[in-house]
């Protein structure tokens, strides 16, 4: 682990002071490297769900408040993400499902609420599929092994987790979206 000083003195943090890199990002930014067969343009709408106080046009794209925590595809301090979903119910099932991770209790979801959802239009130039078998079999990662990573729990013991790996590698290789399937099955919020 790195510390979190700049050597040089200039206050900027070095991007790996909150964490271990995973030991096979070296390996895994390789086979990113080799999907480059794979990439796609895409162009069309996606949903984001957010708080109100996260959904000011400034704020919706902007992807600072994920990189300062970082996510299931990035780890923190590293670079800004935008998270979307392609259907509404989708984007709202994971923001109210992801709660859970963040330490919230059900009543405390609900007091959260209104959401708002938007709907952003993107297009982008190199779009990773993960969703793809051959995709998947180039990185040498399995649906499953994506979907179960506690990636969370990685991250709080200050190890990137297989998935952040995974984002950083598609990061640095230049490519803009990720796009994978959910990763949390909706889960109804019952009050005990």
Known sequence: MTTPSDATGSGNRDPHASWHPHPRYASLLRAVVRCSRFLKAWEGDFARATRPRYAAPKDIVNGAGAR???????????FRVVYGSLSVELATSELLGGAGTYGFLPDEVID???????????????????????VRKTLRVSERSM???????????GREALTQALGRACWEAGIAVCNIATVRPHRPIRNK
């Open 68 to 78: 300062a925590r970082g996510g299931r595809w990035h780890p923190p301090d590293s």
């Open 112 to 134: 959260g609420l209104p959401l708002y959802v938007n709907a952003i239009h993107a297009r982008v130039g190199r779009m990773l599929d993960m969703r793809e078998g051959d």
């Open 147 to 157: 979907r179960r990573e506690a990636w969370k729990t990685s991250q709080n013991r």
